[in-house]
């Protein structure tokens, strides 16, 4: 075992952290800092649960290295919000019950996050592309469809 130091940023806050240099980023996210609502499901870069944002850009913290991270800032879904307001994504999938058993909600958020910067006014089929590495169970996507599709209203003010 080859111990790595280093300091991660998380949510705009420096955490000073010492782990196995082969721990992935959604391990040393859920266990050493203490953010559990990034979600481990296949642990195989293939459903999205674990999907963060390095610098804007999503990732599945699954199948990162944790110490890759160093130098980059990694934002969870406990990052999107402040304080106990919901963030319009949040709130937009709650009105449009496309939350069911919440499991792959997180990383919903974090790929709809990511998607409404880049694209803040996208197509349906540019929301199927943005959201095409999350996989959800419950809801037959029609509902986070449309979820996305009112944040995106909201958002832009139209
Ligand atoms: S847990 Fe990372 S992609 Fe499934
Ligand atoms: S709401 Fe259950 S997996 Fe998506």
């Not at 649960?49 to 110490?67: E, F, K, T």
């Not at 919000?81 to 994504?89: A, K, N, T, Y």
């Not at 019950?97 to 998607?115: E, K, R, W, Y």
């Amino acid at each position: 075992m080859t111990t790595y130091s280093t300091t991660l940023s998380v949510n705009g806050i420096p955490y000073s952290l010492a782990f196995d240099a082969s721990r992935n980023l959604l391990s040393v996210i859920r266990n050493e800092v203490g953010l559990t609502g990034t979600k481990e499901g296949c642990d195989d870069c293939e459903c999205g649960a674990c999907m963060v944002l390095l610098d804007g850009h999503p990732v599945n913290s699954c199948s990162y290295l944790a110490a890759q991270a160093t130098g980059k800032e990694i934002t969870t879904v406990e990052g999107l919000s402040s304080g106990d307001e919901l963030h319009p994504i949040q709130r937009q999938l709650l009105d449009a019950g496309g939350v069911q058993c919440g499991f792959c909600t997180p990383g919903m958020i974090m790929s709809t996050d990511a998607l409404l910067r880049r694209t803040p006014e996208p197509t349906d089929e540019d929301i199927r592309i943005g959201l095409s590495g999350n996989l959800c169970r419950c809801t037959g996507y029609a509902k986070i469809m449309e979820a996305v599709k009112a944040t995106a209203v909201e958002l832009s003010g139209s």
